[in-house]
């Protein structure tokens, strides 16, 4: 009899431990990322299509909130929603020119802008737990985001003004260190391949686009 009381006082003690490690939670945190934006795509016009690609790298913050799931002493999966609560400008790029397809040359210069707001991330997040608060995690989500796009030319190369959706599928890699019970840092690569855009500029030059964007992104979290 004894020694039932003692297996179900044992039982009970780690029930007790047990529990708690494998309860679920939520996380909120601050990220810092550095992104390239890639895109290939082509100009149209007179029936003459020309081939072009650009880059560009620029800085942002988000926040993100995530809800923890804990599957087992080695899983977890975080389903989260990943927010750039400011306006991100991804290119600013001017120089001047000559045109010289006029009857009297034009001189002047050329701007473009690319900004993106609102942009979120939902996505889901395994995680392998390898000990010593180290885990390894992937990462899949849907992206979506509003472009604006604004270009001054010389006379004849025609202006646009446009804003339009930006949506597509990210994956990633990453890892995350515990500094504490209810603190962490994460590291992590991201890509995201975003549908394919097309405008018409007021000269009636036909711009198509496949941009891609990748990114390096730090953060720091809390768990409740």
């Known amino acids: 009899m004894n020694k039932i009381k003692k297996l179900s006082a044992a039982s009970l003690f780690l029930a007790s431990v047990s529990i708690p490690a494998l309860a679920d939670n939520y996380n909120v945190g601050l990220s810092g990322s550095y992104g390239s934006f ?49 306006s991100a400008e991804i290119d600013s790029r001017s120089d001047t020119q000559t045109n010289n397809m006029t009857s009297n040359d034009v001189t002047g210069t050329r701007s473009a802008t690319l900004d993106l707001k609102n942009h979120f991330t939902a996505y889901i997040q395994p995680s392998y737990n390898l000990g010593n608060g180290l885990a390894v995690f992937g990462k899949v989500g849907y992206s979506h985001a509003d472009l604006e796009i604004k270009t001054t030319n010389l006379s004849n190369s025609g ?21 504490d019970k209810t603190l962490f840092v994460r590291l992590e690569a991201n890509y995201t391949d975003y549908d394919s855009v097309s405008y018409t500029n007021s000269s009636g030059t036909v711009i198509n686009a496949n941009p891609e964007l990748w990114t390096a992104k730090i953060s720091i979290g809390k768990s409740f």
């Open 159 to 179: 202006t646009l003004n446009k804003k339009d959706d930006l949506e597509g599928y990210l994956v990633g890699i990453g890892m995350q260190k515990n500094i």
């Open 38 to 86: 890639e895109a290939s795509g082509n100009q149209t016009k007179d029936s003459v299509v020309k081939n072009a690609e650009g880059d560009a790298v620029f800085p942002f913050a988000s926040i993100f909130v995530e809800y923890n799931k804990t599957m087992s002493k080695e899983w977890d999966v975080a389903f989260g929603l990943d927010y750039i609560p400011f």
